[in-house]
């Protein structure tokens, strides 16, 4: 391998990484391992939700997610097993990390320190984007203004003590996957990166050459569609343009300084879950988009596996996707050329064309105030939420051709998905006892003294305006869980709920299926004596709100009345806002496979309120094997990524209102 | 089919509701909103059985987009949560004109107290009426007054809703963010005379909201006053902050005892019927149907005299002898009355 890849005429490929991570700490290592020795190049952590959002996995918040979407990270011993083999003096680690951010990269300072490695040495990523968290991730937790804080002091720090730490990741990644069109992704990333960088300049202790050295350290995080003719212009554009922000915005004039850096993870949004092994071929396309023109192409590659719309990839499946990644670097000519495009006036033109509209929604963004503010006055949101609005009807109306899905449904059976295929990895359920019985283990044995002071010490010192990162490392060394850190953060912050960008949207022109369905829903709402309402809500620590919204409009448009209570609700919660709202149904997404625990539950507190005859149907990510098992627990629709058609998901909600109203 | 009229039935959920039980809280709400015909008798049975002592204090929570609302609101939950009162809040959505469907979010934006068992929350789409408020938020209100210490209304907007919200609140609070130029338009558009406490909001702004303040009191100095013995206090604050919350729960429950000693409240509730009366009367029959109970003084005469009753009993009992009097006298009204 090495000899083919270190001959003189070809590039260097880019780094290869896989974003994973599951159960527990000392199952993802094993993962790790197994990955690099097949030939990845890098690591890409995933973090499970409750690590993501602040708590302990003891915390009931965290119920039914430990160790599901990514593994489960406590305390500095969690991260130690993490990387136990691995030297981090070494490896290049990312971090998809963002309201913790600060906390995570002080245990990881923490865990190299204990192997003996200085944290100058480390090299990595910390996503640390908190603006695409309000817009579409949802793993926000603190209000904008103090997010921008941590942010900021993050990179302050690293550019001096960690100088080869990428501290920020501005993803437009997130805001593909929310529906933004090629131009809201350049515009609203670039708007979010210059968020950060106004508030690093105006910081007392920043000269201009510190600036330079920040502004050279933001890296992106990009996502690249199958129109990878398109998505290969847009990242030439956004090289430009970021080059221009800081020529003129910033007067950064180091050349070095002003390369746009940037990794790619390549659309999950497009899988489909119909003839899933078409998604094997999409995500080989939707990686020449990013490395096909040596002048825009990624750093670094993540690609998704062909079965992410079915559930949790197995190791083979990662693998195939390394795969991918491999012979496309080192059997494929393309590392050996210059820029295939140069010269091109196709591309130029289309190139061009994306960098003025670009240019134009940036100011707009800018004019208005920038992106924090674009963020609080669900600007930017309902403009996502209005493009994703617009695409799932090009879908639903035939206008954008989706292979296997609207078009060309005929289909053998796939053998990958057959009975007993086993195609999707299962997490042990018995993770999350693993972890909460470890995590009391090692509050038993840390000197509780020491933890409570470096508590102390760190709400100090945020409540005095110093930077987070130094006492954060030091609780880190003194035991502090990533539930406790959060908690002060919390405390003197706040938290934050933003704005849904769903009571905006523009009712959609009704098609003649819509109209069908709406003449359903009056004539059911005379009969019911009041009109039809519905609850859209999200249990558990999932923030994946696109599904959600998308129904919350899509009901709204049919002429229900919608109760969306957004995102990180208790099932308590829920069955207290259906009491209270009066609904005739409730809708919940989860995307985070933790279905089976959180649905049951609010099937069941719903039947101990008394309510026992209230319809739920459910959405998500769900294997058929758990659909049916929900289905036996009293749900009473399961939807799942093949359902693109929410017109008719409406019309068998109006079914199943009239079915328990029957009579 | 019509279902008989029960009594029995009524007094029992009236009861329930009383006794602050949530189910029977919402239940009753439903009821109140259901318009079949045949589920009429039922629902103004309820509404009699509430009427007489929904005790609860109504507070209105209006002001212009973005002056903070919500957040003022789930402050002022907050902090009667945190004196043990138990708290209901009716929020006030737009529905689309076009699809009847609408999108209710306040719930979210109210944030934490949502989420608090002492805090009950409906929200309601504003349906057909352009102002902002829905036709059932009367009706809502009475079922949340009899089983709540307070209840809130936040309606959408600026205009028309002041007047409206005005005759199903005892005290109306207006959100006022200081930036210049909105006074004068809120005299403009005749609002002032409506409030009995303002919230000068966002007073982390500095010296931008005490003039704010100061302009507002000579504004009231100056201007039409509902209750001309009584001049509104202004009030500074931050609802994000939590700043000035605790001295404006003091004037509302201050304003309550005003009304309560003197200061009219029986008067307000009366005035109150009346309007209710009067719009959905007009609503149905329009001026032309409302004449033919002769003049105007007769109908506040009517609702006087029609004692405990609930508001859309007298309607439904007005509505009966408009609908006989333009059919021509002894003609045998609609049991219905729809």
């Known amino acids: ?663 | 089919m019509t279902i008989e009229p029960n009594a029995e039935a009524a007094h029992a959920l009236a009861e329930r509701v009383r006794a602050g039980e949530r189910a029977a809280i919402s239940e009753a709400l439903n009821a109140v909103d259901d318009n079949r015909a045949s589920h009429q008798p039922a629902r103004l049975a309820l509404l009699d059985a509430l009427a007489p002592d929904a005790s609860g204090i109504r507070v209105g929570v209006t002001g212009a987009p973005g002056a903070g609302k919500s957040t003022l609101l789930d402050a002022l939950v907050s902090g009667l949560r945190a004196r043990g009162r138990s708290v209901g809040v009716l929020a006030v959505d737009p529905s689309s004109q076009r699809t009847g469907g609408a999108l209710l979010g306040d719930r979210m934006r109210l944030g934490s107290s949502a989420r608090d068992a002492g805090v009950f929350l409906r929200s309601l789409a504003a349906r057909d009426q352009l102002g902002g408020l829905s036709e059932i938020t009367g009706p809502s209100l009475d079922v949340l007054s009899a089983a709540l210490d307070y209840v809130f209304v936040e309606t959408v907007g600026v205009g028309q809703s002041e007047a409206q919200v005005i005759d199903v609140v005892d005290t109306l609070v207006f959100v006022a963010q200081p930036a210049a130029g909105d006074l004068i338009q809120f005299m403009k558009a005749g609002i002032l005379e409506w409030p009995d406490l303002f919230f000068v909001n966002k007073s982390d702004l500095g010296d931008v909201a005490t003039r704010a303040a100061a302009e507002l009191r000579a504004g009231l100095d100056l201007g039409h006053r509902r209750d001309p013995d009584r001049v509104p206090p202004v009030l500074c604050g931050s609802a994000r902050d939590g700043l000035g919350i605790d001295a404006l729960i003091d004037g509302i429950e201050e304003h309550t005892v005003y009304l309560g000693s003197g200061g009219g409240g029986d008067a307000r509730r009366r005035a109150g019927r009346l309007a209710r009366v009067e719009q959905a009367l007009l609503a149905r029959y329009g001026r032309y149907g409302v004449a033919q109970l002769g003049p105007a003084k007769r109908l506040a005469t009517r609702v006087e005299q029609a004692g405990d009753v609930s508001v859309e009993r007298i309607v439904d009992d007005l509505g009966r002898e408009i609908e006989d009097a333009l059919r021509g006298a002894g003609a045998p009204g609609d049991a219905d009355g729809a």
């Open chain 1, 1 to 663: 391998m090495s000899s083919i890849a270190s001959r003189p005429e070809r590039d260097r490929p880019w780094m290869f990484r896989t974003y994973s991570g599951h159960s527990s700490a000392k199952a993802s290592n094993a993962l790790y391992r197994s990955n690099l020795a097949k030939g990845q190049t890098g690591l890409s952590v995933a973090f499970d939700l409750p690590t993501q959002t602040g708590y302990d996995s003891d915390h009931p918040l965290s119920r039914g997610e430990v160790g599901k979407v990514g593994v489960p990270i406590c305390h500095i011993d969690d991260m130690q097993v993490l990387f136990d083999e691995i030297p981090l003096e070494k490896m290049n680690t990312s971090m998809t990390i963002n309201a913790t951010a600060a906390w995570l990269l002080s245990l990881y300072v923490a865990t190299a320190e204990r192997q003996g490695t200085d944290q100058s040495a480390l090299r990595g990523t910390t996503q640390n984007d908190i603006i695409k968290e309000y817009l579409s991730r949802g793993t926000f937790v603190f209000p904008p203004e103090a997010s921008m804080r941590l942010t900021s002091e993050i990179v302050s720090y690293t550019v001096d003590h960690v100088p080869n730490w990428n501290p920020m990741n501005v993803c437009s990644y997130h805001l593909q996957e929310a529906g933004a069109t090629p131009v809201q992704e350049i515009a609203y990333s670039m708007a979010n990166a210059i968020s950060i960088l106004d508030v690093v300049r105006e910081m007392p202790d920043v000269d201009h050459d510190t600036l330079s050295r920040v502004f050279g350290r933001i890296s992106f995080f990009l996502n690249a569609g199958i129109r990878f003719v398109e998505e290969m212009c847009k990242c030439r554009a956004m090289n430009r343009l970021w080059e221009e922000i800081g020529r003129e915005r910033y007067g950064i004039t180091n050349e070095k300084m002003l390369r746009l850096r940037y990794g790619v993870q390549v659309n999950s949004l497009g899988l489909t879950e119909a003839q899933p092994e078409n998604n094997i071929i999409r995500i080989a396309l939707e990686a020449l988009g990013v490395t096909l023109s040596k002048r825009a192409r990624t750093r670094s590659l993540q690609l998704p596996a062909w079965n992410e719309a079915l559930g949790l990839p197995r190791p083979w499946d990662q693998q195939l996707s390394l795969r991918t990644q491999q012979i496309l670097a080192y059997e494929t000519d393309l590392l050996e050329y210059g820029d295939l495009f140069d010269g091109s006036h196709v591309v130029e033109t289309k190139t061009d064309q994306l960098l003025d509209e670009a240019r134009q929604e940036l100011q707009a963004v800018l004019d208005m105030g920038g992106a924090v503010t674009a963020v609080e006055n669900a600007y930017m949101k309902q403009k996502l939420v209005e493009s994703q609005t617009g695409r799932l009807r090009a879908i639903e109306s035939g206008d954008l051709t989706v292979v296997g899905v609207n078009a060309y449904e005929e289909a053998v059976d796939s053998p990958l998905v057959e009975e007993g295929a086993g195609s999707i990895l299962k997490v042990d359920e018995s993770a999350e006892r693993d972890q909460i019985e470890a995590l009391e283990a090692f509050r038993n044995r840390r000197n509780e003294a020491e933890a409570e002071r470096a508590l102390a010490n760190l709400e100090s010192v945020i409540k005095n305006g110093g930077n987070i990162m130094a006492p954060s490392i030091e609780a880190a060394k003194a035991g502090v869980t990533t539930g406790e850190w959060s908690q002060v953060l919390r405390d003197v912050f706040g938290e934050y709920r933003a704005p849904t960008g769903v009571v905006a949207a523009p009712v959609s022109e009704a098609s003649e299926d819509v109209s069908q369905v709406r003449k359903r829903v009056d004539d059911l709402s005379t009969r019911l004596g009041r009109r039809l309402k519905i609850l859209v809500g999200k249990p558990g620590l999932d923030g994946h709100s696109n599904g959600a919204e998308q129904i919350a409009v899509k009901a709204r448009d049919v002429g229900m009345e919608v109760v969306y209570d957004g995102i990180r609700l208790t099932p308590q919660e829920i069955v207290q806002s259906a009491q209270d709202e009066g609904v005739h149904v409730i809708g919940l997404s989860i995307l985070s496979g933790s279905h089976g625990v959180l649905v049951t539950d609010v099937v069941e507190k719903l039947a101990a309120a008394g309510m026992g005859d209230l319809p739920v149907v459910v959405g998500g990510i769900i294997p058929e094997d758990d659909a049916r098992k929900l289905e036996e627990a009293g749900v009473r629709r399961v939807y799942t990524p093949k359902d693109f058609d929410l017109t008719r998901i409406m019309d068998e909600i109006v079914d199943v209102v009239a079915e328990s109203n029957a009579g």
